[in-house]
């Protein structure tokens, strides 16, 4: 039997302040973390077609947009790297004088409190696109392994604050702690790209990234779309590898997986929105077909709502200042 008219939900939603007091889920500037593009040379800020409003920075100009971003109330960035010259194995990605070892130095001299995230993979540094050291159009899993121990290794010493590995080879979690603690880093956490499925949501990141693989594809080490027992098999085993906080990625398409995590784990959880979640958002506002503020703060609520604790996003800066806007 219905309990109406006794019970009437519309009586919380009358007025937009009570609305605010049972609103049940929040979002807060700690909630996000910025990703940035570190090209070669001085003065560069080229834009990323696919992305509207986002640039690949040249370092003097990265080290202006983390203290935009600090100003804003963003407590995090990550970085991905584009190394002068790429080879086979990599060899920019873990190099003490690489692309993203001197972009961290750099902003750490004149920034001190923003936290720098790494991401520790091969495919921007190598000629082929590639995760990962090839035998033939396969990638070998564990000589990927120790290069990227190494290349987190050369992150922690340059200065990062956390290293988050986006490979999916097979033990990078244990390989990455084990290197971090015999040279003094054991305080520096992990975050690893746990569950991070084969999706055609990162197309716009390899434009920024300049990372599209050669031939082939990434399925063979990314998860099937399909599948979430095995998501929760793969953080599983990051967890007891060592990872401090684990990541689902992308987000908007996989709320029912970051949900899992969270509730399964109860871990520190963060979610990827994408590359591509973000362009199209940002082409449907230009073309006039959404409204890109509601839409891209509704697409956020979700991933929080979902389950998120930290929420990587190209919409950060727009988000901290929706909410200094909404906060009077
Ligand atoms: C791998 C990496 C990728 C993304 C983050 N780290 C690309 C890939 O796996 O091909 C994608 C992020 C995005 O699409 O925004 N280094």
Known sequence: MSLFPTIRHRRLRYNPIIRDMVRETVLTKNDLIYPLFVVPGSKIKNPVKSMPGVFQMSIDNIVEECKEVRDLGIPAIILFGIPEHKDEIGSEAYHSDGIIQRAIKSIKNEIKDLVVITDVCMCEYTSHGHCGVLKGEEILNDETVELLAKEALSHAQAGADIVAPSDMMDGRVAAIRKILDENGFNKIPIMSYAAKYASGFYGPFREAAESTPAFGDRRSHQMDIGNINEAIREVEEDIKEGADIVMVKPAGPYLDVIREVKQRFGMPTAAYQVSGEYSMIKAAGI??????????????????????????????????????????
Request: hydrophobic content about 50%; proline content about 0%; overall charge positive.
């Open 287 to 328: 073309n006039g077909w959404i409204d890109e503020e509601r839409v891209m703060v509704e697409s956020v609520f979700a991933i929080k709502r979902a389950g998120a604790d930290l929420i990587l996003t190209y919409f950060a800066k727009d988000l901290a200042k929706w909410i200094d806007k909404t906060r009077k």
